[in-house]
């Protein structure tokens, strides 16, 4: 069983759209993060939420963790044939101790 | 540049033959972890090292091994693969644990290794 589910699990849009992917548990996270993968890389670092409530913005991406930290979102404004990617939550579990849980990710291809 | 490679990239083994992946990082980190990537389960841990000459297992360690003899090298060995460990293989590294870390540290993945054991 996942710790984290993400959804959707794939999303196809048009290039100039909005989009709402989201991490859900059921447990508690100290901080959660947010990544971007391409194809034949590796997941790239995009923000790290610590705190119940908090909002970041970077350009066209609002990333938001959840009250009770429990979940987060990630809406895209505006999206662009460039945000294609598998978008990747991964959270410390309060109660798991010194581990990074991953969600199995959101593929969101932009079609221009 | 900042960066961890993973060598080799690609890798075709057969089942039984020891096979080590390297990992290599620049920055100086404490933090160095292995990761699994397969379909429909994300990214899971296998092994991670707080520092020099300390490991310690992740969520999936059967069949591997870990050192950490230096602290830019993190290699990892599978003894005797097995096809159920064909996947794709990342390597991490940051500063300190991504679970203790900050809003201003960040976890550095390689580019991958994709192994298949026939």
């Given amino acids: 069983t996942q710790l984290l589910e993400q959804s959707p699990q794939f999303l196809s849009i048009q290039e100039g759209e909005n989009l709402t992917v989201y991490c859900n548990s059921s447990s508690v996270f100290s901080s959660l993060q947010w990544y971007r993968q391409e194809p034949g890389e590796g997941p790239v670092l995009l923000v790290t939420v610590v705190t119940g409530g908090e909002v970041k913005k970077l350009k066209r991406l609002t990333f938001q963790f959840g009250d009770a930290r429990k979940d987060s979102s990630l809406h895209i404004t505006a999206a662009q044939p460039g945000d294609t990617g598998l978008y990747l939550c991964a959270g410390d579990d309060e109660t798991s101790g010194s581990r990074l849980t991953f969600g199995e990710g959101t593929q969101l291809t932009v079609n221009p | ?118």
Avoid at chain 2, 9 to 38: A, F, P
Avoid at chain 2, 65 to 72: A, C, I, L
Avoid at chain 2, 111 to 116: E, I, M, V
Wanted: glycine share 6%; proline share 7%.
């Fill in chain 2, 1 to 118: 540049e900042a960066q961890v490679t993973q060598n080799p990239r690609y890798l075709i083994t057969v089942t039984g033959k020891k096979l080590t992946v390297t990992c290599s990082q620049n920055m100086n980190h404490e933090y160095m972890s292995w990761y699994r990537q397969d379909p429909g389960l994300g990214l899971r841990q296998i092994y991670y090292s707080m520092n020099v000459e300390v490991t310690d297992k992740g969520d999936v360690p059967e069949g591997y091994k870990v050192s950490r003899k230096e602290k830019r090298n993190f290699p990892l060995i599978l003894e005797s693969p097995s096809p159920n460990q064909t996947s794709l293989y990342f390597c991490a590294s940051s500063l300190i644990a991504p679970w203790v870390s900050t809003s201003t540290d960040t976890q550095y993945f390689g580019p991958g290794t994709r192994l298949t054991v026939l």
